[in-house]
């Protein structure tokens, strides 16, 4: 089995929102009036966007329907409101999960004084029935101690979100699965295959913040970087983690510099 790092350099996102509107966006994915046919997704991972509001900016009330929508606050205050009459506040390193199901409405706001800043992203689910359903869970509730914690368990999407927390030169596996979709949020770190026997042909990828690496079984394209054959070994996880260790065991990230670097991945089926 060969399996591929697809690079996806922070530069290279599309740009969009309103600046005029204090609303700047970068997107991984095709999105709105940026299409590409080669990048529409990655699994069910349909849009990874960074979003920065200036104070008082936001998106006033819109639809979404058919959607898994997580969002992950990196600096700043995001107010959420939907049509089922809820409305919270979501803070740095907050994980927020809204099931849009046959339909919401929401709102998004940064009515704090400071510059807001956030990861936003949606995955397609399995079935498209039901009612909407939110939850949010507090950094403060989540382990600060360990290098790999799972934020959110998302099986409507056959998919699991990591925090990874890599303190500068110790090697961490990343999480196995079929899919993985990496993305840096701070820190610089270094992305390697070593194979079964403990040999590593292939040199590391080095990702810095806003980088990302989306590893599977896809095609080689020109972004590409690194190709590992892999063995059969097979394992199960969570619900991202279905499709063996052999998914997942011979790639490691390790914390480059002098910080803890911080990242989010995506474990999917594939």
């Known amino acids: ?30 999105f709105g009036a940026h299409y590409d046919p080669d990048n529409l997704r990655f699994g069910p991972l349909i849009a990874c966007n960074e979003e920065r509001l200036a104070p008082g900016a936001g998106f006033d009330e819109h639809p979404h329907s058919h959607t898994e929508i997580v969002t992950w606050v990196a600096e700043g205050e995001l107010t959420h409101q939907d049509s089922t009459g809820r409305t919270t506040v979501v803070r740095p390193g907050d994980v927020q999960h809204l099931s849009a199901a046959t339909g919401v409405r929401h709102v998004e706001r940064n009515d704090g004084p400071a510059p807001l800043v956030f ?16 939850s949010l869970a507090r950094r403060e509730n989540l382990p600060q101690d360990r290098p790999d914690t799972v934020v959110l368990d998302l099986p409507a999407a056959g998919a699991a979100l990591h925090r990874l927390l890599l ?73 991202g983690q279905e499709g063996g260790e052999s998914a997942g065991r011979p790639f490691t990230v390790t914390g480059r510099g002098e910080s803890t670097a911080e990242l989010l991945v995506w474990t999917m089926r594939g």
């Open 1 to 30: 089995m060969v399996r591929v790092i697809d690079v996806r350099r922070s530069g290279d996102r599309y740009q969009g929102g309103e600046p005029s509107a204090g609303i700047s966006t970068l997107h991984a994915f095709s």
């Open 119 to 134: 990861l936003q992203m949606w995955l397609a689910p399995l079935t498209s029935d039901g009612a909407p359903t939110y």
């Open 167 to 239: 303190v500068p030169g110790r090697p961490n596996p990343l999480p196995p699965a079929a899919l993985r979709h990496v993305h840096v949020l701070t820190g610089d770190v270094e992305l390697s295959p070593a194979s079964v026997t403990g040999e590593d042909n292939s040199p590391p990828v080095r990702l810095g913040p806003g980088d990302s690496a989306r590893v599977g079984e896809t095609a080689p394209n020109p972004r590409t970087l690194i190709s590992a054959d892999l063995d059969a070994a097979d394992a199960r996880g969570g619900s």
